[in-house]
């Protein structure tokens, strides 16, 4: 009887070879990031906040409008009335 050899005496030796690690390439050597959606949006939010910040507290440009207005007696009417009326009621949740 005869026996022939079919592969190594150790039967783990197969199983220690490593599998060759792939490279990257070399024309990707630059570093890179990516943002998330909501990185950006945080980001766009936070850059309104701080203009916002950055703005005066009264805006005199916009005061001498409404004095220059309120001193014109016809601006006053009841659809004037009204429309801030309907406002107020909006923003504080009051309809």
Known sequence: MTIDRL????????????EKVERPD???????ISVSDEAKVR?????AVEQARN???IRQD????????LEDPSYIS????????EELISV????
């Open 7 to 18: 592969g190594p005496v150790d039967p783990i030796q197969k199983f220690n070879k490593s």
């Open 92 to 95: 504080f949740d009051l309809g």
């Open 43 to 47: 980001s766009e939010i936070m850059q």
């Open 55 to 57: 703005l005066p507290e």
């Open 26 to 32: 070399a024309h990707k050597s630059g570093d890179s």
């Open 78 to 85: 009841d659809r004037v009335v009204e429309a801030v009326a």
């Open 62 to 69: 916009r005061v001498a409008e409404v004095r220059q207005k």
